[in-house]
């Protein structure tokens, strides 16, 4: 014998799912990645898993490479597939931080306080001297490189 299931009946019982589903705990978490690999915040994985986006945005190893800022600073990105090595060399010194890709950015711990690097244009970084840019790259206002 075949029952036959209205529409809406069949929507009822979608939606009955998906809020019991809803309800469920989390499944365990994974082992822990090796202590030397950087990983992304467990708040930032959350978001990238509810977009259903990978971790490592393909369009950020367009960044690697050099990226130049005002009065001889400049930003450098290498590494690849969401694990990146940024190198900044500000007026006072050259700092490298270990780095990772979420979604259409590159994250990193500086001196404690997460920074992003993010794709902008010169008028985004805030400093005339990039203004008239198309290709930059801005962590903060007022702290942006480009590429002519």
Do not use: H
Request: charged fraction near 20%.
């Amino acid at each position: 014998m075949r029952v036959s299931v209205p529409a809406s009946g069949l929507m009822l019982l979608c939606a009955l799912t998906l809020t019991a589903c809803k309800d469920q705990p989390p499944a365990p978490a994974a082992a822990p990645p090796a202590a030397s690999a950087p990983v992304a915040s467990p708040q930032a994985e959350a978001q990238v898993e509810a977009q259903g986006k990978p971790v490592a945005a393909a369009g950020v190893d367009a960044w690697l490479g050099k990226w130049t800022g005002p009065e001889g600073t400049w930003l450098q990105i290498e590494g690849s597939g969401g694990n990146y090595v940024v190198t900044i060399r500000n007026l006072d010194s050259t700092i490298r931080y270990p780095a990772t890709s979420v979604l259409d950015e590159i994250r990193f711990d500086r001196a404690g306080a997460m920074a992003t690097i993010r794709a902008t244009d010169g008028a985004a970084t805030g400093m005339k001297w990039l203004a008239d840019k198309k290709n930059c790259l801005t962590i903060k206002t007022g702290e942006g490189y480009c590429r002519d």
